[in-house]
């Protein structure tokens, strides 16, 4: 039935328990995978009395956000090769981790998005929501909530 499932990950425990679980889906279901990683982008600095300055520039931001999102798409890559099950990773610097990873399931072709229901409970998870909340509200590919 699925051909190309997308699993995003941050390298969280709840994450890399989900990453697993995916997996498992992915090798009865007879998929392959494409792991996404929604890199952050360069903080904008605020500036005003008391500011902490940060000496990071943009660009050792961006490297260090690109080797953080390239460990993390290894790792699970290797536990789908471990399984047998064909693994890709696909990583891109956004702001709106939810934008970025309905945007990734299009650019790879992904017949579904497999995500943890991480996120706020209570009160605060009603006011925030939760980047799972958001995909499964504006994305038109079907999405498989694991909890």
Known sequence: ??????????GSELS???VTRAVSFAQEAGARVTFFYAQPD????????????????????SRAAAAEAEAILSRARANAEAAGVEASGDTLVSEVPYEAIIEAAERNGCDLIFMASHGRRGLSGLLLGSETQKVLTHSKIPVLVYR
Request: glycine share 6%; charged share 20%; proline share 15%.
């Open 42 to 61: 360069f903080p904008m600095p605020i500036y005003g009395e008391g500011a902490l300055i940060d000496p990071t520039t943009p660009e050792q931001f």
């Open 16 to 18: 890399d328990s989900t």
């Open 1 to 10: 039935m699925f051909k190309n499932i997308l699993v995003p990950t941050d």
